[in-house]
């Protein structure tokens, strides 16, 4: 929810210390110094999130790792209807390219609703 995400926000720039949009090893290390006392544990945790190996871990990085993974699965199915639609790859969807899909399953449907 809005509600979830905003939250992480919050947590993402109180660990991002300096505001640099990037947690490092050392904030990483800072913010979780009361939960997490071993070092070693910190550097797992930093690989783990740190998917572009940049030494860093971004925003969303960040949200990649926290938001449940129910949130990512109806993101997919959103990505991947909107892409049976976006038949030549444009990330936009034609008239022509809804017709296709939509005019398949409903020939009753008037030529005229495809006008761009």
Do not use: C, W
Not at 43 to 52: K, P
Request: glycine letters at 6%.
């Amino acid at each position: 929810s809005e509600q979830e995400v905003e939250h992480l926000r919050r947590v993402f720039e109180s660990f991002d210390q300096n505001g640099d949009g990037a947690i490092s090893i050392g904030e990483l290390e800072e913010g979780l110094k009361a939960q997490i006392k071993n070092e070693e544990e910190v550097r797992h945790l930093m690989n783990a999130v740190d998917m572009d190996k940049s030494g860093f871990i971004d925003y969303n990085e960040f949200l990649a790792a926290t938001l449940p993974e129910q949130v990512f699965l109806n993101e997919d199915k959103i990505l991947n209807a909107f892409n049976m639609f976006d038949k030549d790859g444009s990330g936009k969807i034609s008239a022509s390219e809804l017709k296709e899909v939509i005019g398949r399953e409903n020939t009753q449907i008037e030529d005229n609703i495809f006008d761009e």
